[in-house]
């Protein structure tokens, strides 16, 4: 028999010394039983098993009572073939099912937690009252689903960018990589090109770059940073940056140039905005200049947007700021194609840092060096980080 494994839509519940096991989308009612031992049997499923192992240790009396109890889970769907995608789903499919399951959660915690707050001690009454489970069992059930979830997916994505970097032909002796960081589909020819799948890696840079200490002489960004949250996410991305570069490795951000966008709003440049609508059209219809450059700095996204939407706007001093706080210098204040560097003058790969209103560009461009050795050339170098 193939592996079986325990449904994620699998429940267990408690009723009148009862234990209770049953999938709330099947329309089979619940296997009830007094016997403790049905526990036992049920967990084995928690990881992938295959259930005549399990059979073969049993007495006979109890190896007919098992084999009818898992072929009624399988049939209620508590029990799934390991190895198969639930029926009616593509991989693609599962995906984006999970991600509208995640978004709702999101949500749904965000509300969750507005409401404990508001309601204070008459929350934590209310759980023991009306469900007879205190607040503290109920978010420990929850974080313990969640830790699983998360247990599994680090556990695979480490799995996959190992077998990805062996595909590039990465090792642990590499050097003079080049890497471009969010590629969006926009493929760089000769660089390692990182984002959501596909990708040549595919890599939550919130957790770190699988590359070897001072293995890339390059590094190109842009609009990628915008998205991760500033401290907490931005500055240790940076210090991985600054970890993977070898002396002399330039770092290329390009991001949202916020401080123009200030400015815009505060002269009341209709032009400036009515051209971002025209380039960027998810914009909301008839949203005021606020609103936009709001969105645009990263105020106020859904807890369900995750990677889509900023979080965070830059403008060159806070940038610069952030570059030297992990190591980084000779911050230049650069242009668009107009890396000192070649091999950087990769801008135009980018829409969204080609987009421009007139002759000037919506992004900020600038340029960091490990070790601080100084580029020749034209550039502004960042002022010296103020006094606290």
């Known amino acids: 028999m193939a592996q079986l494994v325990l449904s994620p839509d699998a429940l267990l519940r408690f009723r009148n010394g009862e234990v209770l096991l049953h999938n709330a989308h099947s329309p089979l009612g619940a296997v009830a039983s007094r016997d403790s031992s049905l526990l036992g049997f049920v967990a084995r499923f928690i990881v992938p098993a295959d259930p005549d192992e399990l059979f073969a240790a049993l007495s006979p009396p109890a190896r007919v009572r098992a084999e009818e109890l898992v072929e009624r889970l399988r ?4 029990l799934l073939d390991a190895q198969k995608v639930p029926a009616g789903r593509s991989a693609e499919e599962e ?5 509208r399951q995640l978004g709702t959660i999101a949500n749904a915690t965000h509300a969750l937690a507005a409401d404990l707050q508001t309601l204070g001690p008459s929350a934590v009454e209310a759980f023991t009252r009306r469900t007879g489970i205190g607040l503290e069992a109920r978010l420990t059930s929850l974080l313990a689903a969640v830790d699983s979830l998360r247990t599994t997916l680090t556990q695979t994505r480490h799995e996959v960018a190992t077998r990805q970097l062996e595909k590039l032909g ?3 002796d590499s050097r003079n990589l080049r890497l471009h960081v969010g590629s969006g589909g926009h493929n760089l020819d000769g660089w390692i090109n990182i984002d959501i799948a596909p990708a040549d ?4 840079v919130a957790d770190g770059l699988p590359l070897p200490d001072g293995s890339v002489r390059f590094i190109f960004a842009s609009h990628m940073l915008e998205h991760l949250y500033y401290p907490g996410q931005t500055l240790p991305f940076l210090a991985e940056c600054h970890r993977v ?3 002399d490795g330039v770092l290329r951000l390009v991001v949202p140039d916020v401080e123009q966008c200030i400015r815009a709003y505060l002269r009341r440049d209709s032009a400036f905005f ?3 609508m025209e380039k960027w059209q998810h914009w909301r219809p008839g949203a005021t200049p606020l609103e936009d450059f709001l969105a645009y700095a990263g105020a106020g996204p859904a807890p369900s947007y995750f990677l889509e939407s900023h ?3 830059f403008d060159f001093e806070t940038l610069a700021q952030a570059l030297r706080r992990v190591g980084l210098g000779n911050v230049i204040r650069s242009t668009f194609e107009g890396s000192v560097h070649p091999e950087l003058r990769v801008d135009a790969h980018s829409e969204v ?3 421009r209103h007139g002759e000037n560009y919506y992004s900020l461009f600038v340029e960091a060096t490990k070790a601080g050795t100084p580029n020749a050339g034209a550039g502004v170098e960042a002022p010296p980080d103020k006094p606290t």
């Open 75 to 78: 049939k209620m769907g508590v």
């Open 95 to 99: 995906v984006a099912f999970g991600m």
């Open 170 to 172: 990465v090792r642990p």
């Open 201 to 204: 890696l595919t890599v939550n």
């Open 245 to 247: 570069l070898e002396p």
């Open 274 to 276: 009515s051209g971002r």
């Open 311 to 313: 979080k965070y706007g």
């Open 353 to 355: 840092a080609s987009a």
